[in-house]
């Protein structure tokens, strides 16, 4: 099994740019998740999909961000317009109804 | 509100030694606790998960403890090893699926 694959693994950007994080989450696993990490504050989760349907979406943090998953197989994470203090490392994580998450690799987004 | 914490401040042990890391928490009634291991640049990886009903849970040299009424995790690795550098995260989860995470405590371990 190749993982949680995410793309892309490094952006950089400018303030104002649209920007679109990708997942693909372990085959089988029927939960994703959506985290961001920062010095200042931890891992963040930003939304929870159960079987494709977001459940807990309370972590974005304004309209800019947005999440969608349209199969089971991938999801993406879009933030429009991008600022600075979004520049963070982005984590797809994804599990099968236990409690035990599956973390990718992250994309460290810069945004200028 | 929630609150998680663990020692902002590294943990620098000798190789051979026991390393004890600490998760503390207030308001919080978590149904289970996990420890996750993130090294640079990559993201968490599981390695234990304890129950609100189990007091201690092994896994090869780890070992974790769990009192809730002190509120307080303790995560063990014995005969440490310079490889077993990292940062260590607890989860805490009220049987949501949805976990909360500790800001990490960074391990350092000299040969």
């Known amino acids: 099994d190749a993982g949680v694959i995410q793309s892309p693994r490094h952006e950089v950007t400018e303030m104002g740019q649209e920007v679109t994080l990708r997942c693909k989450p372990i085959s089988g696993h029927n939960s994703l998740f959506w985290y961001r990490q920062t010095m200042m504050r931890g891992l963040e989760l930003l939304i929870y999909?159960?079987?494709?349907?977001?459940?807990?979406d309370s972590g974005m943090p304004e309209d800019r961000f947005s999440a969608k998953m349209p199969n089971a197989s991938f999801s993406t994470l879009k933030i429009q317009p991008s600022e600075p203090r979004d520049s963070a490392v982005y984590f797809c994580?994804?599990?099968?109804?236990?409690?035990?998450?599956?973390f990718g690799p992250g994309t460290r987004l810069t945004v200028t | 509100s929630q609150k998680i914490e663990q020692n902002s401040e590294a943990l620098n042990i000798q190789e051979g030694k026991t390393a004890t890391l600490t998760c503390n928490y207030t308001n919080y009634s978590p149904a289970y606790l996990q420890w996750y291991r993130q090294d640079p640049g990559r993201g968490p990886v599981f390695l234990l998960l304890i129950r609100e009903n189990e007091k201690e849970k092994r896994k090869e040299r780890l070992k974790v403890t769990f009192d809730t009424t002190l509120k307080q995790s303790l995560f063990h690795i014995t005969a440490s090893q310079p490889a077993d550098s990292a940062t260590y995260l607890c989860?805490?989860?009220?049987?949501?699926?949805?976990?909360?995470f500790g800001r990490g405590t960074s391990l350092i371990v000299h040969p």
């Open positions: 994580a994804s599990s099968f109804d236990v409690y035990e998450q599956y």
């Open positions: 989860a805490l989860d009220g049987g949501s699926y949805i976990p909360t």
């Open positions: 999909f159960n079987n494709n349907v977001p459940i807990d």
